[in-house]
């Protein structure tokens, strides 16, 4: 499955580059990491949102569709294919590529919506959509004010290493088969949402500021 991916993926890449070439469209990429005052911040909206929001809404998803989760965890395959070569194809097709194909028809803010709903559906699993379509707001727009493909793709290894680190708690802690709220991180799994809850709005209210006011 992961070399059907990579093939998949370097075909649609190909494409995708050969229609913007098509259309004369310029490619720029910078992979240089800028504005790294705003990394603990915004790491620390993306654990907060996949432990506290995502993982939650998954499990929920799953249990209403009853889906069954099994009970084995991640092969190291999976791993590193999603702290490797997803976040580096996926950045490159869709801020790289897609993103700046849009914005020669739309302006950046529907270019960035349009965008994050591809990103959402081609994840394929309705579990996981809301979750891929939240990130593909938050990485498009903080490729549109860096102008920096670097910063994206270590956002997405940082969404899906905290998205691991939460399948290995309630893996480990809670049950993957969802049915109370403890099955999700154990008996502290109330306290630990409230304080995730709480941690996810304010570092988004205080990134988005810090945003607004940073020159790029």
């Known amino acids: ?26 490619y720029n990429y910078k992979f240089k990491l ?12 993306v654990f907060s949102f996949q432990l506290g929001l995502n993982l939650p809404i998954q499990k929920i998803f799953n249990s209403l569709f009853s889906i069954n989760k099994s009970v084995s965890f991640y092969s190291w395959v999976y791993i590193v294919s999603a702290l490797s070569l997803a976040p580096l194809l996926e950045e490159i097709l869709f801020r790289g590529i897609i993103y700046k194909g849009l914005l020669s028809s739309y302006s950046p803010k529907n270019a960035i919506i349009i965008s994050s709903i591809i990103f ?6 309705p579990t996981m959509i809301p979750g891929a379509i939240f990130f593909g ?7 549109y004010k860096t102008n920096s493909l670097g910063m994206t793709i270590l956002l ?13 708690l309630n893996h480990n802690l809670g049950n ?14 109330w306290l630990l949402m409230l304080v995730l809850l709480l941690t996810f709005t304010a570092s988004s209210y205080y990134l988005v500021k810090k945003i607004k006011g940073t020159q790029f």
């Open 34 to 45: 800028s504005n790294l005052n705003l990394l603990p911040l915004i790491f620390l909206v």
């Open 120 to 125: 959402g559906l081609i994840h394929g699993q």
């Open 156 to 168: 997405h290894f940082t969404a899906n290493l905290f998205g691991i680190i939460a399948s290995f």
């Open 137 to 143: 707001l938050l990485f498009g727009y903080i490729y």
């Open 1 to 26: 499955m992961i070399l059907i991916y990579l093939i998949v993926m370097i075909i649609i890449i190909l494409l995708a580059y050969l229609i913007n070439s098509r259309r004369k469209l310029n």
């Open 176 to 189: 993957p088969n969802f049915k109370t709220t403890t099955d999700l991180y154990g008996n502290f799994s």
